[in-house]
């Protein structure tokens, strides 16, 4: 997530969701079964509206029980549609640039994906000697 290249072209978030949901979440490919009780996430991140289909998708990966979160970067992201692909306005976020994710999504996104860390466990362990 930190490290990322921005690619242009076209916004075809449905696509990418359902590649994510026959490829990454696989158990050919190494995903846990479902019910095996270890959450499947996905943080979308999109610059735009869908130039394709996105329901579909969206339906499909909640089936494999894939929790969907949204990211919407510039204006030009349409809250309705981030909504609809995480199922909750809690799960989505907004930001005005790619600048701007490092900064303000990843401890909104560690929160949110990761509840049961705390605080103290995000510290590096102290050494005596």
């Known amino acids: 997530m930190f490290c990322f290249r921005y690619l242009t072209?076209?916004?075809?978030?449905?696509?990418?969701?359902?590649?994510?949901?026959d490829e990454v979440f696989s158990e050919r490919r190494g995903a846990?079964?479902?019910?095996?009780?270890?959450p499947r996430i996905v943080v979308v991140i999109t610059d735009g509206r869908s130039?394709?289909?996105?329901?579909?998708?969206?339906?499909?990966?909640?089936?494999?029980?894939?929790q969907l979160f949204a990211v919407g970067v510039t204006n030009h992201a349409l809250d309705s549609?981030?909504?609809?692909?995480?199922?909750?306005?809690?799960?989505?976020?907004?930001?005005?640039?790619?600048e701007d994710l490092n900064a303000r999504l990843r401890s909104a996104?560690?929160?949110?994906?990761?509840?049961?860390?705390?605080r103290s466990a995000l510290q590096p362990p102290m050494f005596h000697g």
């Open 9 to 21: 072209g076209l916004t075809r978030t449905g696509a990418a969701i359902q590649h994510v949901t």
């Open 32 to 38: 846990r079964p479902l019910g095996s009780g270890v």
């Open 109 to 118: 996104i560690q929160k949110v994906t990761c509840p049961s860390i705390t």
């Open 81 to 98: 549609e981030l909504e609809m692909i995480a199922g909750s306005k809690k799960r989505t976020f907004h930001v005005s640039a790619f």
């Open 51 to 66: 130039q394709d289909n996105v329901m579909v998708p969206v339906q499909i990966a909640k089936m494999k029980e894939i």
